[in-house]
């Protein structure tokens, strides 16, 4: 991967992070603090899941 990628790969991951505090704050809010409530296996969970949906997207269209 050389650099440009890298940072447009960064850009884009800003972008989507920042689509829904922008379009719903307070749906944003809400969800953020339901993700508080967590325990930590389920937010480790959450995150393993996010890794593995992340690794499947580059492998089908990386």
Do not use: N, Y
Not at 15 to 43: A, I, K, M
């Amino acid at each position: 991967m050389d650099g440009d990628t890298f940072w447009v790969a960064l850009g884009l991951v800003l972008v989507l992070e920042g689509l829904f505090p922008f379009v719903s704050p307070g749906g944003w809010r809400r969800t953020f603090l339901r993700l508080l409530q967590l325990q930590d296996g389920q937010l480790r969970f959450f995150g393993l899941c996010s890794i593995l949906g992340g690794l499947l997207t580059l492998w089908l269209f990386g």
